[in-house]
């Protein structure tokens, strides 16, 4: 890429807005997961008797295993809300950024 | 006080569930199991056949041409991470120790979220063929691939002795067959894919073997289900009768603060950093295909994970005190209530307690089929590696056309199969739990490090990329033969030096902390050059603009 269309590129603020609103929600999304995860598993390394609890007496489920299910749901929702926006509004303004950088 | 020694399964750590180790016994031969093994590599070398006559540049070899769907990728990524291993050890340690089970799946689970925040599309934008691409596109070629190729290199090894001594073990297990001689079978089976069929052959196999294996399982879980009316609490309850109450809760295998935190690092980071998974995002045609592979790979494997939690549960009610599976000999001895075969057998039992003979073949013949593609994958990634940053970028400079560049690789590939099957022999009775734990923990503090800051950090030079990711490399690879499960399990000492299993916390830091001090302290007219270049590569990882699209036709 020439030094030229890099700054092109650059100005133009439909990158500015690209860049600044993806990286907002992708460290967002980073963020809750790692919240999630070490949340569970600090959990567990303090006090796994939490984990250990039976869902409603005389039952032998504990919550432990919703919450793990939970833990591997969560994973896969977050990663289709990223896909979701990331395949509709970032890659619009994407193909925007590419028509211009072309077009000129 | 005496340094808490975490007791994580038994001894040899959350990874030992990566490796079937220890000594088996051959089992008689299973025909029908042997049968429907030998379609699956009638259909796999007619595929690789067909993949052969589809590959002719280098671009197909390392990348089947670019044209690989999302969802493909996905399935394919799933296949790469659910190993035999993963599969049978999982289901073992849930029939083992119930509640673990699942703590320890989630834990491989959650770096795959991460992967497509923050460095998919910016992979796919800046890379060709292999991760090294990306690490040094700005930076110095030479010292930068040898490095990268070296961490690939490295975890590809320790990665692959794990799988070549599982398969020799297994299929003593399920076969019947001689070790040596399912070792030869395998990297041969191996070769043929890699060379012949490159990536495009390589990745069918993986979506061929990840779709038996996530459609034997699901049948599995349903039938345990079935006998259940579909209810968990009353699997649960019948569980708990033949076991205790403390299988639904968690048990030893988290016990305290810096090694669960330790542990997450090298999952999630050594996840990030491992090269076959790396390599796959190369395969796609662009960024909103590399996200549409993570979406899917995450909803296979986590599905993967489910599944395998109701597997081990099912083992325990049908399999676990069932005198058809017990081994006498064993039981007399040591008490209990031991199974033929170990641990690692419990999902291979239950597919014969479900389905009887005919799906016990069928799950054997996937078992095997799944060591296949993973090493398949593995050997490519490690041969990339040799031809493509060694051979053509650092000892040809560039100077090279595909054609030879391909020829380097399919040679590579050769090599490193015979040096599996020499590993997977010389290793046959060695203590090999560490070697998975090992792999991701230099994935993580060589590899990701490298590749993440070379993507976000514009200030990174070729200094700090060099001498921070040696640094976490040595660290981690230090730290865990000082650890207990090099130190103590394998040379036999008293007390380990290094009391943590899992040296990523420290390793991670240490390469983070020597590339950050090693770049902002390096002020040479390269390294002022080498962030300026940072702006170019900036707008392309986050446009695309500039990156290698897909095969045009």
Do not use: C
């Amino acid at each position: 890429m020439k030094q030229e269309m890099v700054d092109r590129i650059k100005n133009d603020p439909d990158f500015t807005q690209l860049v600044r609103v993806r990286s907002k929600f992708a460290w967002t999304l980073t963020i809750v997961m790692l919240v999630i995860y070490f949340g569970f598993v600090l959990t567990i390394a303090f006090d796994p008797s939490i984990l250990g609890t039976p869902l409603s007496s005389g039952s032998v489920t504990t919550v432990g295993i919703p919450v793990g299910i939970g833990v591997i749901l969560s994973a896969f929702i977050l990663t289709g809300i990223y896909v979701r926006r990331a395949n509709g509004e970032f890659d619009e303004l994407t193909r925007r950024i590419k028509d211009k950088a072309k077009g000129e | 006080m005496k340094p808490i020694i975490f007791l994580l399964l038994g001894s040899a750590g959350i990874f030992a569930g990566e490796a079937i180790s220890g000594a088996v016994e051959k089992q008689p031969l299973n025909m029908s199991a042997i049968i429907m093994f030998l379609i699956f590599v009638g259909a796999t070398l007619a595929i690789t056949y067909w993949a052969a006559k589809r590959t002719k540049t280098a671009k197909d070899f390392y990348t089947a041409g670019g044209g690989i769907t999302g969802f493909q990728n996905g399935m394919a990524i799933a296949g790469d991470y659910m190993s035999a291993a993963s599969f049978l050890g999982i289901s073992a340690l849930v029939y083992g120790q119930g509640y673990d089970g699942l703590i320890y799946s989630i834990g491989f689970l959650v770096g795959w979220p991460i992967i497509l925040f923050m460095v998919a599309e910016q992979l796919r934008n800046l890379g060709k063929y292999t991760f090294a691409d990306v690490a040094s596109y700005r930076l110095r070629q030479m010292p930068i691939r040898t490095l990268a190729a070296f961490g690939s290199i490295l975890t590809v090894v320790l990665y692959l002795i794990a799988q070549m001594v599982g398969a020799g073990k297994l299929i003593q297990l399920l076969f019947g067959l001689d070790y040596e001689i399912a070792v030869i079978l395998v990297g041969v089976l191996m070769i043929l894919y890699v060379t012949f069929g490159g990536m495009l052959a390589t990745t069918w196999v993986q979506i061929i073997k990840a779709f038996l294996l996530l459609s034997g399982a699901t049948f599995m879980a349903i039938a345990v289900m079935a006998h259940y009316n579909f209810n968990f609490e009353s699997l649960f309850a019948t569980a708990v009768q033949m076991k205790d109450v403390s299988i639904m809760s968690p048990g030893k295998l988290v016990s305290d603060p810096i090694s669960a935190i330790s542990l997450g690092i090298a999952l999630m980071f050594g996840t990030a950093g491992l090269p076959h998974i790396l390599m796959r995002f190369f395969t796609v045609s662009d960024a909103k295909e590399a996200r549409k592979s993570v979406f899917y790979a995450t909803g296979f494997i986590g599905y993967f994970y489910i599944l395998t939690f109701i597997i081990g549960f099912g083992a325990i009610v049908l399999v676990f005190q069932n005198p058809q599976y017990l081994d006498l000999a064993k039981q007399a001895v040591d008490g209990g209530y031991p199974i033929l075969g170990g641990d690692n057998m419990a999902a291979i039992h239950l597919s014969h307690a479900v389905g009887g003979d005919f799906f016990l073949g069928f799950i054997s013949a996937v078992a095997f089929a799944t060591i296949l593609a993973v090493v398949s994958g593995l050997t490519l990634a490690g041969a990339s590696a040799i031809s493509h940053d060694l051979y053509a970028s650092v000892i040809k400079k560039g100077k090279t056309d595909g054609l030879m560049e391909m020829k380097v690789s399919k040679i590579a590939t050769i090599v490193l199969g015979i040096v599996a099957i020499f590993l997977g022999i010389i290793f046959e009775d060695q203590n090999i739990a560490f070697m998975v734990g090992l792999a991701f923990a230099i994935a993580a503090s060589a590899n990701f490090p490298i590749l993440f800051l070379s993507m976000y950090w514009s200030k990174l030079t070729t200094r700090g990329a060099l001498l921070g990711g040696s640094l976490g490399l040595l660290t981690a690879a230090v730290l865990v033969i000082l650890g207990p499960t090099v130190w103590v399990d394998v040379l036999g000492n008293a007390q380990a030096i290094f009391p943590y299993k899992y040296p990523a916390l420290f390793s991670v830091s240490a390469a983070f902390i020597g590339i950050w001090f090693f770049s902002i302290t390096d002020s040479s007219d390269e390294a002022a050059k080498e962030r300026e270049a940072f702006e170019a590569q900036y707008v392309r990882a986050q446009t695309g603009i500039g990156a290698e699209g897909a095969l045009e036709h």
